[in-house]
């Protein structure tokens, strides 16, 4: 079946960079896109972005444009997210998704989510 | 960007209701608007994409109808293992936007 485990709890200082990890299994990999969603605590989702995982082609919200990096290493079927200059509203649950297989923009499966506090 | 907003932001309600609840958005989306079910201490769940259609696995008692900016989730005869919160989502344009949520709380 369709998984995607994301790597642990990130705990982080204000400044600091952090990479999340999304390591995907039951289906072809590179045939779809994944999405990274963030979820503050208590409040709802922003959409970060998105990668190809065939071509490596990325497109980001403009909020977080110049702030993130999504690559993926399609030996080992995983995504990553890099988040630079964390500040303190940047504390939240960080997901990965996998997009639909008919229709754009739409999370069929989600990872089970890491949490990123960002604390001094 | 789109803004979405759902309604209520919660509600209580008993086994065996019909219950709906309603997204705008902010700028014609045609029907690109979907729906999820997230549990608590949960990944969200897909349950209806292109405002209409359910996902594969989900039960007939959800539906969705809608298009342009005014959008309904209904959960018909609803089960215990329906309280949860919901979102809708619009996947019209990026950057991609949710709806604040609907919790629905056990009467």
């Known amino acids: 079946q369709v998984q995607l485990i994301q790597s642990e709890t990130e705990v982080k200082n204000p400044g600091a960079s952090v990479s999340v990890s999304c390591k995907a299994s039951g289906f072809s990999f590179t045939a779809f896109f994944i999405h990274w969603i963030r979820q503050a605590p208590g409040q709802g989702f922003e959409w970060i972005g998105r990668?190809?995982?065939?071509?490596?082609?990325?497109n980001y919200a403009q909020k977080f444009q110049g702030r993130v990096t999504l690559t993926r290493d399609t030996s080992i079927n995983t995504a990553y997210m890099e988040l630079n200059t964390l500040k303190s509203d940047d504390s939240a649950i960080y997901f990965c998704?996998?997009?639909?297989?008919?229709?754009?923009?739409?999370?069929?499966?989600w990872g089970q989510g890491t949490l990123v506090p960002v604390s001094s | 960007d789109i803004q979405v907003t759902q309604s209520p932001s919660s509600l209580s309600a008993s086994v065996g209701d019909k219950v709906t609840i309603t997204c705008r958005t902010s700028q014609n989306v045609n029907n690109f608007l979907n729906w999820y079910q997230q549990k608590s201490g949960k990944a969200p769940s897909l349950l209806i994409y292109s405002a209409s259609t359910l996902h594969s696995g989900v039960p007939s008692r959800f539906s969705g109808g809608g298009s342009g900016t005014h959008f309904t989730l209904t959960i018909n005869n609803l089960q215990p293992d329906d309280f949860a919160v919901y979102y809708c989502?619009?996947?019209?344009?990026?950057?991609?936007?949710f709806g604040g949520g609907t919790n629905i709380e056990i009467k």
């Open positions: 998704a996998r997009g639909h297989s008919r229709v754009y923009f739409t999370f069929e499966s």
């Open positions: 989502q619009q996947s019209s344009m990026t950057p991609l936007t």
């Open positions: 990668i190809n995982t065939n071509t490596g082609a990325t």
